[in-house]
């Protein structure tokens, strides 16, 4: 068996049409977004919404946030429900409004409050609890607080090899993954910098980890996770896929995207993915210029559809 690939959690991306799309091109497990704990506690349906996971996706984790350890307890149980795989909780998100509240990766900061809430967790579901962190808030301090995850429970860590204070610029330090995976015996996932297969099999080489976690690299891009499977199982790359293709994607994509929202919310959510589709195509400007100011769905079909015979 190769080593498993992830997609990341990402804020207005990863909902269940695009979880579905990567599954169908190869992510072995694929995670929600961001599920705010006293979103959950204060009971708020559009929070609640996030954690809507269909069959064609499982196993899906539902990644968690906050700060209060008995909060996150509290509402640990409805992620189960929900069917989720396991539990990810978010000690890694670098934004300001996330770490403003001393949640995210403003949680590296406190190791003691870290391994409480991971301990909390835990005692209050059946399912595995893992944890995704950074190289540390603004330096390496990530395997020795990998310890301190794995000594309160935590089943498996994601590092996302960058500090909080590089956001998503600099490169993604490889070593810090490295020590992560020598500090602890619990599974180790590596996330940062995967924009191809070659970037999985370095990682994997270089730094041991179990597996890896695709972001950024999954934008208009499910592709990779097919990639990524044929260069581990068998050595190389053949799969490239035409533009024909990538449309055709992009299109099925924006269908499952008004079936999940509703048309309005699908046509504007849509206009992100389809432009990271058509990233690098011939007439690219002038493609994303007609979907940005499309209003329907047939709107788009049409524009899709036209761009290229399928």
Request: glycine residues 8%.
């Given at each position: 068996m190769t080593a498993p690939v992830h997609?990341?959690?990402?804020a207005g991306v990863t909902d269940s049409p695009f979880r579905q799309i990567c599954k169908s091109f190869g992510a072995d497990f694929v995670i929600t977004e961001m599920v705010s704990a006293k979103g959950l506690y204060y009971k708020s349906k559009k929070t609640a919404s996030l954690m809507s996971i269909a069959k064609e996706e499982m196993p899906t984790a539902i990644?968690?946030?906050?700060s209060e350890p008995a909060i996150m307890a509290e509402v640990a149980p409805l992620l189960q429900n929900a069917g989720?795989?396991?539990?990810d909780i978010n000690m890694g998100c670098p934004m300001p409004k996330i770490v403003g509240n001393g949640d995210g990766s403003a949680l590296m900061k406190n190791p003691a409050l870290a391994g409480e809430i991971v301990k909390s967790v835990k005692n209050a579901v059946d399912i595995p609890v893992t944890v995704k962190i950074r190289k540390g808030w603004d330096s390496d301090?990530?395997?020795e607080f990998a310890k301190v995850l794995e000594a309160n429970g935590a089943d498996g860590i994601t590092v996302h090899a960058r500090t909080k204070e590089q956001l998503y610029s600099g490169k993604a330090d490889l070593n810090a993954i490295k020590e992560v995976k020598n500090a602890v015996k619990i599974s180790i996932i590596g996330n940062g910098d995967i924009f191809s297969a070659e970037d999985t099999k370095n990682?994997?080489?270089?730094?041991?980890?179990?597996?890896?976690?695709?972001?950024?690299?999954a934008l208009g891009n499910p592709f990779i996770f097919r990639q990524i499977k044929e260069l581990l199982e068998k050595g190389s790359v053949s799969y490239f896929p035409s533009d024909a293709e990538r449309l055709k994607t992009a299109l099925l994509h924006t269908k499952m995207l008004c079936k999940s929202h509703g048309e309005h919310i699908g046509?504007?959510?849509?206009?992100?993915?389809?432009?990271?589709?058509?990233?690098?195509?011939?007439?690219?400007?002038?493609?994303?210029?007609?979907?940005?100011t499309?209003?329907?769905?047939?709107?788009?079909?049409?524009i899709?559809?036209?761009?290229t015979l399928f």
């Open positions: 997609l990341a959690p990402m990644q968690l946030f906050g989720a795989a396991a539990i301090t990530c395997a990682m994997l080489d270089f730094t041991g980890c179990d597996g890896v976690m695709v972001g950024r690299g046509v504007l959510e849509s206009r992100k993915h389809i432009a990271w589709y058509v990233k690098g195509m011939r007439n690219a400007n002038i493609l994303k210029n007609r979907v940005f499309a209003k329907s769905l047939d709107e788009i079909v049409e899709l559809e036209s761009a």
